[in-house]
C-alpha cells in the first residue's frame, strides 16, 4: 500500500537554528514529489516539486532533495515567519495524474 | 491574476441538510482536485475533474457526496443529507494540466450541528 510518512511531527526551532524536515515515500512509480506550506486557517501554498532523485531546489531559506525513497527540507537559520505546518504530497505511477496522496505534515514553530 | 477561489469560506449545516461548495479556479486552468482536511488529519484526496468530466472520484465517499465542474461556472462539490463527521475543511486546487503542481483555494470549512 502506498505510503507518505512525515517526521517529526512537529519541530520547535530557535531562530537561526538550522533543521530538516523528512518526507519518506512507498509508492508504486514516483512520478513527482511536491512540498506545500500551510498556515493556520488557510490553504496550502506551493513550494517546490521534484521529479528526479538527485534533484534539488532552493528558494529563500528553503532548500528541497529528492532520494529514491524519501525527500528532505531543508530550513537553513529560520525566521518566525517561516513558522507554517510544511507538508509533502506524492503522485504515484499507480494513479491518475490528479491524485496527490499527502503526509500528516510537520508543524515547524520558529521563536525569536 | 486572481488564485483559487472558494465560497462560502464558512458553511454552517443541521443534520440532514445539504451542503454546496463553490471552486473556481486559476484563470487558464482546467483541472480542479477536490481534497478534504479532517481535524489533526492530512488533506485526503476526493475527486479530480476536468471540464465537463470526472477523471477520477476514487477518495469521495460512495454515498451523499457528488461534484461536477460544468463547461461554464464553478466546479461544485455537493454533499446531501449531512452528518457530523462531515465536519471539516474542503479544500480546492487547480492546474493548467495533469501532473502538474496543484494550487489550492483558502478552503471552505464546513460544520455540521
Known amino acids: 500500500e502506498d505510503q507518505v510518512t512525515q517526521s517529526p511531527e512537529a519541530l520547535r526551532l530557535q531562530e537561526g537554528e538550522s533543521s530538516s524536515l523528512n518526507c519518506s515515500y512507498t509508492v508504486s512509480g514516483l512520478r513527482g514529489l511536491f512540498w506545500y506550506r500551510q498556515d493556520p486557517g488557510k490553504g496550502p501554498e506551493f513550494l517546490f516539486t521534484l521529479y528526479s532523485a538527485g534533484e534539488e531546489k532552493e528558494k529563500e531559506r528553503l532548500k528541497a532533495t529528492l532520494t529514491k525513497k524519501e525527500s528532505f527540507l531543508h530550513i537553513t537559520a529560520p525566521k518566525p515567519e517561516d513558522s507554517a505546518t510544511y507538508l509533502c504530497a506524492v503522485q504515484a505511477g499507480t494513479d491518475s495524474w490528479g491524485k496527490f496522496q499527502f503526509g500528516a505534515g510537520t508543524q515547524v514553530v520558529v521563536t525569536p | ?113
Open chain 2, 1 to 113: 491574476n486572481a488564485g483559487v477561489m472558494q465560497n462560502p469560506r464558512h458553511l454552517v449545516r443541521r443534520r440532514g441538510q445539504e451542503a454546496r461548495l463553490r471552486c473556481s479556479p486559476m484563470k487558464g486552468h482546467s483541472h480542479v482536485y477536490w481534497y478534504r482536511q479532517l481535524p489533526e488529519e492530512g488533506l485526503k484526496f476526493m475527486v479530480y475533474l476536468q471540464k465537463e468530466n470526472i477523471i477520477d472520484e476514487s477518495g469521495m465517499p460512495k454515498e451523499r457526496f457528488s461534484a461536477e465542474f460544468p463547461k461554464e461556472g464553478p466546479s461544485i462539490l455537493r454533499i446531501q443529507q449531512v452528518v457530523r463527521g462531515d465536519s471539516a475543511a474542503y479544500f480546492c486546487a487547480s492546474s493548467p494540466g495533469a501532473g502538474n503542481e496543484q494550487f489550492f483555494g483558502p478552503g471552505t470549512r464546513l460544520t455540521v450541528l
